[in-house]
C-alpha cells in the first residue's frame, strides 16, 4: 500500500530541508514521531514566535507554524 513509502517519503523531505538550512542561523531541534521538523531561531531574534511567523510571511514569503498556538497560559 502507498501509505507505507510516507515514512521515507518525508523522511527524504526532512532530510532535504535539514540539508538546504544547514548553513543557516537557524538550529534544528531534534523530534521524534512527527512529520514537521522544529527548528530554533534564537540566533536570528528574540521575539515572539506569533510575531516572527507574521514577520517572515510578510517579509521574506517564508511560511512557519509558531508552536505556541498549540500551547496556553491559561
Known sequence: ANYLEL???YQK???LFLH???????IPVKAQGTYFQLMSYKN???EKDT???IRFTKEKGIATVPL???YSDK
Open 13 to 15: 523531505k526532512r532530510d
Open 51 to 53: 510575531d516572527l511567523a
Open 68 to 70: 505556541s498556538v498549540f
Open 7 to 9: 515514512k521515507d517519503f
Open 44 to 46: 536570528i531574534s528574540q
Open 20 to 26: 538546504l538550512t544547514s548553513g543557516s542561523r537557524f
